[in-house]
C-alpha cells in the first residue's frame, strides 16, 4: 500500500522569504509524485511531476521539488515567497496498481504568506 | 480552452433530492475520475473510468452512480442527497493508465449544500 505524509497542515513565511512544504512518502515500488496547487475557489493545478527522470525537479512559478529515495521525501521549495503563493498545496503519489486509479492524495498544506 | 469542464458550479440540493454533476473533457483522456474533497481529508476518490463503456468504484462510492457512455463525459449522479454528501466535487483526466508521466488535469469543482 502507498500513503503520503504532508508534515505540516499550516505553513506562514513572510514575502520575499524561502518556502519549504514537507511531503513525505512510502511506496512498494517507484513511484511517480505530484505537487499540485489549489487556490481559494479554485480547482487544482499541477506544479510539478517527478516520474523516475532527474530527482531535482523545476515546476512552474519558480517552484521546484527534489526526489530523495533514501528519505522517502519529495519536499517542495521556492527561494522567494510571492502573496500570490498563498494556496492549499496537495503531494500527491501514483503507482501502479496502487489502489484504484494509483493515485493517494496528502491532506494538504495551506501557505500563508505575511506581508 | 482544452480542460476539463465542470457544471454546475454551485448547488443547493434538499435531503432526497437527485442531481447530476457534469464533467467533460476536450483532450481526448481515456481516463476520468471523481473526486470528493472535505476539509482536511485530501482529495477521496467516488469512481473512475479508464474508458468509454468501462467504470469502477473508488474509496467512497457508496450514493454515486456514474457512467461513460463517450470518451467525453462523465457524469456523477446523487440518487438521493444526504447531507454527507455536502463537500466540493471535483472531476479529473488524463491520458490511460499506462502513461504513468502524466498528470491529470482538473475541473474548477462543485460546491454541492445538502440540508
Known amino acids: 500500500a502507498q500513503s503520503v505524509t504532508q508534515l505540516d497542515s499550516h505553513v506562514s513565511v513572510s514575502e520575499g522569504t524561502p518556502v519549504l512544504l514537507r511531503c513525505n512518502y512510502s511506496?512498494?515500488?517507484?513511484?511517480?509524485l505530484f505537487w499540485y496547487v489549489q487556490h481559494p475557489n479554485k480547482g487544482l493545478q499541477l506544479l510539478l511531476k517527478?516520474?523516475?527522470?532527474?530527482?531535482l525537479v523545476k515546476g512552474i512559478n519558480g517552484f521546484e521539488a527534489e526526489f530523495k529515495k533514501s528519505e522517502t521525501s519529495f519536499h517542495l521549495t521556492k527561494p522567494s515567497a510571492h502573496m500570490s503563493d498563498a494556496a492549499e498545496y496537495f503531494c500527491?503519489?501514483?503507482?501502479?496498481?496502487?489502489?484504484?486509479?494509483?493515485?493517494?492524495f496528502g491532506k494538504g498544506t495551506h501557505l500563508i504568506i505575511q506581508p | 480552452n482544452a480542460g476539463v469542464t465542470q457544471t454546475p458550479k454551485f448547488q443547493v440540493l434538499k435531503t432526497g433530492q437527485s442531481m447530476t454533476l457534469q464533467c467533460a473533457q476536450d483532450?481526448?483522456?481515456?481516463?476520468m475520475s471523481w473526486y470528493r474533497q472535505d476539509p482536511g481529508m485530501g482529495l477521496r476518490l467516488i469512481h473512475y473510468s479508464v474508458g468509454a463503456g468501462i467504470t469502477d468504484q473508488g474509496e467512497v462510492p457508496n450514493g454515486y452512480n456514474v457512467s461513460r457512455s463517450t470518451t467525453e463525459d462523465f457524469p456523477l449522479r446523487l440518487l438521493s442527497a444526504a447531507p454527507s454528501q455536502t463537500s466540493v466535487y471535483f472531476c479529473?483526466?488524463?491520458?490511460?493508465?499506462?502513461?504513468?508521466?502524466?498528470?491529470?488535469?482538473f475541473g474548477s469543482g462543485t460546491r454541492l449544500t445538502v440540508v
Open positions: 479529473a483526466s488524463s491520458y490511460s493508465g499506462l502513461g504513468e508521466n502524466y498528470g491529470y488535469t
Open positions: 511506496s512498494s515500488y517507484s513511484p511517480s
Open positions: 517527478y516520474t523516475s527522470a532527474a530527482t
Open positions: 483532450m481526448n483522456h481515456e481516463y
Open positions: 500527491v503519489v501514483r503507482q501502479p496498481g496502487g489502489g484504484a486509479d494509483g493515485l493517494t
